[in-house]
């Protein structure tokens, strides 16, 4: 038998983690930087989250859930693999990224405890899973949701990550977190707005995934509710909210201010 490395699960688990736009780990590292961590302490939980967010997309993407064959311009995990394997990797990487933000090099004890309780609380039945369930809800209902519903769902399965992401620097440095929760808040929104903008009017190759899915089951999305014009316009509202945010910490926040406009203006 080989090593470690030679497993279809530890191969499955570096695949997932391949390519992607890193906004979660980014947003570890320059909350980080802003306030003065020192990125060998901040890239433990920039490697977690990300591990994370991998395991939730091979998860995601499995025949039980949203049944996608293309991720990042490459057959998901379940079909360059198996569905078993998909499972195991993706309940690994949930494993590894616990591991990665309680890492001794993150600070002492009390930072590390903060770090991996919040990540279990935004990853957890409160949060991203949370998300998840209301989505799956979703296909069945007879009745779309609402503007408010489906604000609700988008907080957890996509936006509970990317508020831990953008507070972790602040838990690092032992800070208020309370500026930072309001810039991701608003910034989680935005970025899943785009999604929907992206997903009526985006290039399927540059995304490197099926697009117009929800629109074919029926699913109400913010460009159902809102209009394409409505959407873009939001989105555009909740970056200068997320802009606002960043006031107290002046010049030092313009790669986070950077970032509230990429979200939206994304193409992929």
Sequence with gaps: MGGLDDLPVTRAMRYACEGGKRLRGFLVLESARM???DPARAIWPALGIEAL????????????????????????VHVQWDEGTAVLAGDALQALAFELAGHPDCGDAQV???LTLSLARAAGARGMVLGQALDIAAETTETPLTLEQITRLQAGKTGALIEWSACAGA??????IGPLSDYARALGLAFQIADDILDEEGDAEKAGKRLRKDAEAGKATFVSLLGLDGAKARAAELADQADAALAPYGAGAQCLRQAARFVISRDS
């Design 35 to 37: 306030l003065g961590v």
């Design 53 to 76: 967010h991998a395991y939730s997309l091979v998860h995601d993407d499995l025949p039980c859930m949203d049944d996608d064959d293309l991720r990042r311009g490459r057959p998901t």
């Design 112 to 114: 590390r405890a903060d």
């Design 171 to 176: 838990r690092l440095a032992g800070a208020d």
